[in-house]
């Protein structure tokens, strides 16, 4: 990774933040509001603010389309989380709630959950429908 930095929008204002490529690990806080910009836990995405942070941030998003109500994506979510805790600074871990959030659901085409989608700059690279195990979540980012 080189030493340039890097763009990183804040889940909590919106505030774009700098942050040196090196120091993505380090636990960065946004200068505006001071809350942790990559704390290593799953970020909660909404209709309304999905687009402001995956639009505009420089690192790879997998973003994990669920419910509430269904089982497997339940079951999955420790390993999420694991997951999200694993690629600190490499990657944002987001969930996606499609009973919550059905224009997202319908913008990709989410027929099954959970589903991952990875996304980089934006733009779809990778797909996985079905209940993942940590191993496998994080090779569909590294």
């Known amino acids: 990774m080189s030493d340039s930095p890097r763009h990183i929008p804040c889940a909590h204002c919106g505030a774009l933040n700098r942050v040196p490529s090196a120091r993505l690990g380090d636990d960065p806080v946004c200068g505006r509001c001071g809350q ?31 419910a509430t109500w269904c089982g497997p994506c339940r079951s999955m979510a420790p390993a999420f989380a694991q997951a999200a805790a694993q690629l600190k600074g490499q990657a944002v871990l987001a969930k996606v709630d499609t009973d919550a959030n059905p224009k997202l659901a319908a913008r990709f085409g989410i ?32």
């Open 36 to 66: 942790p910009l990559l704390a290593g836990t799953p970020v909660e995405l909404s209709d309304a603010d999905f687009d402001p942070l995956v639009g505009r941030i420089e690192l790879p998003v997998l973003v994990d389309f669920w």
């Open 111 to 142: 027929r099954s959950i959970p589903t991952l989608v990875r996304l980089d700059g934006g733009r779809e690279t990778a797909r996985q429908a079905g209940a993942l195990p940590l191993g496998a979540i994080v090779s569909m980012v590294r």
